[in-house]
């Protein structure tokens, strides 16, 4: 297998671990994350002043010099499949795919096929430069299985590298929509008590919480107010349904981005989603509030309420600022309209 040599010095004051030196000084158009070097380092593959360089805590001086052999992308172990794709924008770099409900991100030993990456695999075929290694997509952020809606996927490890970068630093866009349970507005004391919760001015609901896995059941996340991840969500009023009002369309973007965040918050909030198995539940709605139909279409609905509509971000290659909107899935429509 061939491999590329690339050579670079060590600048003025080094960080103490070499991983971090190596990260902080690599040439950027070498687009190699700190999870790619550490692989190679892992491997043999890079040396200092000549010598095998393996511990990534070790240190290493100003001037000092790096070598790095990076080899040519392997082919990946995920098998492409030609599934369908919605495919909302692509370039050389990346592509931005609208995902429908019912099909899971990434191979998992509970999903090893048709998958979002199997279908991209087959998609962008001899287009994909190598991420980590690997011939395969590169999976930057991630929507649950029965969750739809706008997901950016790198094509190459450069593109990788700087969307990577975006989603730590917080500035990419998004924002869901979502039917859930009640109605939360700024003028209900009950949500004033929340711990975690307050608002802000337009009536815009902000949950500031920590996130971590359940204790146990370790299919969910729970709120947590001490350890955890950091993690912070607004949702905006955009409907209210029923008389007495006993659902709502909402506005959710977020700051952060951990696993299932806007469904555990809004369930710490009182205002599960609907349709959501694990937080939202079956609520017994007030009788009479909905029409027969509306009645119906609420019971039947069989997934969480969860649209990922806006997706923004800059072009990690060109610096363009790209927006991508969806419009809500069918099954979204039809019961936002029968509700209103």
């Not at 370790?218 to 007495?244: M, S």
Request: a neutral charge.
């Amino acid at each position: 297998m061939s491999s590329n040599r690339l050579s670079f010095v060590i600048a003025d004051d080094p960080p103490a671990r070499l991983d971090k030196a190596i990260a902080r000084d690599v040439p950027e158009g070498a687009a190699l994350s700190r999870t790619r070097l550490a692989r190679l380092m892992a491997d043999g593959a890079v040396t200092v002043d000549g010598v095998a360089a393996t511990d990534p805590k070790a240190r290493v001086a100003t001037g000092a010099v790096i070598c790095v052999e990076v080899q040519e992308a392997q082919q990946s172990h995920i098998l492409p499949e030609a599934i369908p794709l919605d495919v909302v924008h692509e370039d050389a770099d990346l592509i931005v795919v609208n995902k429908p409900a019912g099909m899971v991100v990434h191979p998992a030993p509970g999903s090893p096929s048709g998958t979002l990456v199997n279908a991209l695999m087959y998609h962008c075929g001899d287009d994909l430069s190598g991420v980590g290694g690997m011939k395969r997509p590169g999976i930057v952020h991630r929507i649950d299985k029965d969750t739809s809606g706008l997901l950016v996927v790198a094509k190459s490890d450069a593109a990788h590298h700087g969307l990577a970068a975006q989603f730590a630093a917080h500035t990419v866009e998004r924002y869901y929509r979502a039917l859930v349970y009640g109605v939360p507005d700024a003028n209900d004391p009950r949500l004033r008590g929340i711990k975690g919760a307050s608002f802000e001015p337009g009536n815009v609901l902000k949950l500031t919480t920590q996130l971590a896995r359940h204790r146990t059941d370790r299919q969910r996340q729970a709120v947590l107010f001490q350890g955890g991840r950091h993690a912070v969500t607004r949702a905006r009023l955009v409907a209210r349904y029923g008389a007495p009002e006993v659902l709502a369309q909402i506005e959710c973007w977020l700051e952060t981005g951990r696993t299932h965040q806007i469904r555990v918050h809004m369930a710490h909030a009182g205002h599960g989603l609907l349709g959501d198995p694990v937080y939202g539940g079956r609520r017994k709605l007030a009788r009479g509030a909905l029409s027969e139909a509306a009645a119906q279409a609420v019971a039947t609905f069989d997934r969480q309420a969860l649209h990922a509509a806006v997706l923004g971000f800059a072009h990690p290659i060109t610096g363009e600022n790209l927006r991508f909107e969806a419009p809500l899935p069918d099954d979204f429509r039809a019961l936002v309209d029968v509700l209103s």
